[in-house]
């Protein structure tokens, strides 16, 4: 099965650098800006002792841009992608300077030998897993609880299906939030913490607190709508049409925050093999 453009596997990605060239300040261009910059203020805590794999990194490095722009370069970076990269590209180009450790082109990050990996303690996944079918983003999650350092830190974010607005038409696997919950628990790790990272308003706006919505009425008056939709939505993931989540391994004291998939009595995912996320 497959997407609307008829691929199991869409390397499809967004061009920031396209966005910047036509001037365009989308809501999807700020949000992928937020997620790394949510992930840069993780690795600047401790900057030099974190060891970052970047799952699906696109052409345009854009996490491993940030950080050395913001003088926060990590011990080790390493990234994969499926698609042709190419970091000369983008680094090193007087031969001097910082680059990535490693590098991953045209690579399917499940048939990396698990020993490949270095001591990773931090794994940044973002806008992945609904471009490939149920079992090979369950496979993917997996290797990556296998692989993740003890107190690392995992960082997913992907939509959230909604069947009745349907899905993105490159996308292979769009997934409810309550399916995605259970299904990162089922494949062995822990959540530590969700927000979402863009919302409609009309699915968060009843939800506002009285001071939530005065703050909101008071910031409509300036910001557009592209903007509106990022900022309360941290605050409701349950309600927001993407989501990142923060995980971990979990300890014995971790208590499982979702129903397992095989209670949920409704389609959980846009791919036609959404029943593969049962289990």
């Not at 396209?18 to 997620?35: N, S, T």
């Not at 990773?120 to 993917?140: D, Q, R």
């Not at 913490?193 to 968060?204: H, L, V």
Request: charged share 25%.
């Amino acid at each position: 099965m497959s997407n609307a453009y008829g691929k199991a596997i869409d390397k499809t990605y967004l061009s920031l650098d396209a966005f910047e060239d036509k001037g365009q300040i989308h809501r999807d261009y700020i949000v992928h800006c937020l997620r790394w910059t949510h992930v840069a203020k993780h690795v600047a805590k401790k900057d030099k002792e974190k060891r970052i794999l970047d799952i699906g990194c696109g052409a345009e490095f854009p996490l491993p841009k940030l950080l050395r722009s913001g003088m926060m370069s990590p011990q080790y970076y390493a990234a994969i992608d499926y698609s042709k990269v190419d970091p000369k590209k983008y680094f090193n180009k007087s031969g001097k300077g910082w680059e990535p450790d490693r590098v991953w082109s045209e690579t399917d990050f499940v048939t990396i030998d698990d020993t490949e990996f270095d001591r990773i303690n931090t794994i940044v996944c973002f806008e992945v897993l609904e471009h490939v079918e149920p079992k090979h983003a369950m496979e993917m999650l997996k290797k990556m609880s296998r692989i993740l350092q003890p107190g690392g830190t995992i960082f997913l974010s992907t939509p959230c299906y909604d069947e009745k607005v349907g899905a993105a038409k490159n996308h292979v696997n769009e997934m409810t939030y309550e399916a995605f919950g259970a299904v990162i628990e089922q494949c062995g790790l822990a959540i530590n913490a969700q927000f979402g990272t863009f919302a409609s308003q009309k699915d968060y706006k009843k939800k506002l607190t009285d001071d939530e919505a005065s703050v909101f009425a008071k910031l409509q008056k300036y910001y557009d709508g592209n903007y509106l939709s990022t900022i309360f939505a941290p605050l409701y993931p349950q309600y927001s049409r993407n989501c990142i989540w923060e995980c971990t391994l979990p300890d014995e004291n971790y208590t499982k925050q979702f129903a397992p998939t095989s209670t949920l009595q409704k389609r959980v995912s846009s791919s036609e093999n959404w029943k593969d996320l049962i289990f």
